[in-house]
């Protein structure tokens, strides 16, 4: 195997330390915390040293339970040195998803805080397969050997790390189960190494920049893009609720160049700059993932930068990541009001290493791969991508990975993102909700983006989400809606009024007759942005009965 063959995601770090030994790899401000990037890949060799005297090595699978901190990141750059496959699963998705996801990843090791071990040893988790325990800030007692014992005891010479190809096992993420059961996807050293590339390229990162990451798996490209990485204090499960004194105020104090943060924070960060007078005078550009972000959001937020700074709103998911990606300023001058129109959210041009088509929807799988699948432009079918950042199956879920994947008979895997759109004439993209969320009518086929659009333009609105009501083939279309503000039932029954009046104007919103007034929207964990419409389409359900 030639040099050229090894492919460690890693790797980055160990270049970085030896680019910019003293420039800070992660600074944790509430905490006046910091590494540097030698003293991250010294404590990361140490580490991994460590790991290997306990036995885990080359392909063993640790669950990686651990809060952002300088000790997260430490391990996961010692487990891709060592070779390991850490697994990472969002804790925001329950005990009793993390016991089904533990037990579906099988793995031999465990790592977490005091919190995770008893929780792992009360409910059971991993009891089949894990042997080896590590506690992170805590001592024996807490049913593992602890990390700071290894570290004292472990050799501080540069570890060399493990010779790994493209497509050896890096780890395991599992999706944030928001429409579904959680997923483990299996991530290659090659499917890291396609995405530090992609987003270096498509947001001209360069090292030395200060980015200030809100979702902890995104924080960790910092390093292996050479970027600082400023971690804000914050509850990560719910970014919607965080305190925008603690996003403004280190991203003041520090510079950051870099933002990223899931709509949700944006709404919340943007509102109160934009009642405070706040600016970011250092950041270039701010990017924005995990659910569409509305043109409003993106005006606020891009009234308190500079004007050379953007917000890129990048589309993709767990198992393929990034896809393409748009900018405010096409949206705000283009796409926006076209949005609002009812034509979907535009989600912009594929990356370079991306091939996007569009296949007819259906819930079947698709057994190979046929360029005759693809639609033509301006008809909406079911995404499908392919491309080296795109995982090629699912940890332990054959009939998962049957009915997501089609193998490419002149190589690859296409991953069917779930998602239905179209491509307009340009190529780009344009979002239209989630294929299970579409409303099948005994007349019509009705998607939830391109309804949700027109609504949306109403000035009382928050948010809509259209579900439905019944058996598939035989739906009733009910559009729920959350208000800007709380409203008494006389000004409810004026807002109502006014919605089907909004929608009459419109062939595919003219027979939403039924709507409903939510107070809160249930959303996702991890981003707080994607609406369960699982759980509205319940509750509409009991409301209408």
Not at 69 to 84: R, V
Not at 432 to 443: A, E, I, L, N
Request: charge should be neutral.
């Amino acid at each position: 195997m030639t040099n050229t063959d090894i492919v460690n995601i890693s790797r980055p770090l160990t270049e970085m330390a030896q680019l910019q030994p003293d420039k800070p790899a992660i600074i944790f401000p509430q905490e006046k915390r910091s590494l540097t990037f030698r003293e991250l890949d010294q404590d990361s060799d140490r580490i991994a040293h460590a790991l290997g005297n306990i036995g885990i090595t080359r392909g063993t699978l640790v669950a990686l339970l651990v809060p952002p901190s300088p000790e997260l990141f430490t391990l996961t750059f010692a487990l891709f040195k060592t070779g390991a496959v850490p697994v990472f699963i969002d804790p925001g998705i329950g005990a009793r998803n993390m016991k089904g996801c533990l037990a579906e990843a099988e793995p031999v090791a465990f790592i977490g805080i005091p919190k995770a071990h008893v929780a792992r040893r009360l409910l059971g988790w991993g009891r089949k397969t894990i042997r080896i325990n590590v506690v992170v800030g805590g001592g024996s007692f807490w049913g593992g050997v602890p990390l700071d014992e290894l570290r004292r005891s472990a050799q501080t010479t540069p570890f060399t790390a493990a010779e790994t190809c493209r497509d050896d096992v890096a780890a395991i993420l599992f999706t944030s189960g928001s429409t579904g059961p959680p997923k483990g996807a299996i991530y290659t050293h090659g499917t890291f190494a396609a995405q530090v590339d992609a987003l270096r390229e498509m947001y001209d990162i360069r090292p030395g920049e200060i980015d200030l990451p809100t979702f902890p798996l995104f924080a960790l490209f910092a390093p292996a893009l050479g970027m600082t990485a400023l971690i804000p204090e914050m509850d990560f499960t719910r970014p919607g609720t965080v305190d925008p004194q603690r996003i403004i105020g280190p991203a003041t104090e520090y510079s950051a160049t870099t933002m990223f943060g899931s709509p949700a924070l944006l709404n919340r960060v943007g509102r109160y700059g934009e009642s405070h007078g706040i600016k970011f005078p250092h950041i270039k550009r701010v990017i924005s993932a995990g659910a569409p972000v509305p043109a409003t959001v993106l005006k606020r937020f891009a009234a308190l930068l500079t004007a050379d700074a953007e917000i890129f709103t990048p589309y993709g998911a767990t198992e393929a990541l990034p896809v393409s990606s748009i900018g405010s300023r096409e949206v705000i001058g283009e796409t926006g009001a076209m949005t609002g129109e009812g034509h979907g959210v535009c989600v912009g041009h594929p990356v370079k290493s991306i091939s996007v088509a569009i296949i007819p929807i259906s819930d079947a799988p698709v057994a190979a791969w046929s360029d005759d699948l693809k639609l033509p432009h301006f008809q909406v079918g079911e995404i499908a991508v392919l491309g080296p950042q795109v995982s090629s199956a699912y940890l332990n879920r054959p009939e998962a990975t049957r009915m997501a994947k089609i193998p490419d008979p002149s190589g690859g895997i296409w991953h069917r993102m779930g998602d239905v759109g179209y491509l307009d004439n340009s190529g780009r993209i344009w979002f239209c909700g989630r294929k299970s969320h579409r409303v099948v009518t005994s007349h019509d086929v009705m998607f939830t983006i391109p309804v949700e659009g027109i609504f949306n333009t109403h000035p009382a609105v928050f948010r809509t989400a259209l579900v439905g009501v019944g058996m598939m083939g035989s739906q009733q279309p009910v559009l729920c809606v959350e208000l800007e503000t709380k409203t008494g039932k006389p000004e409810q029954e004026l807002i109502r009024t006014e919605l089907l009046e909004l929608g009459s104007r419109y062939p595919h919103t003219k027979k939403i007759r039924e709507i409903l007034f939510h107070p809160a929207f249930p959303v996702d964990i991890r981003h707080n942005a994607k609406i369960f419409r699982e759980k509205l389409a319940l509750w509409a359900r009991g409301e209408l009965s």
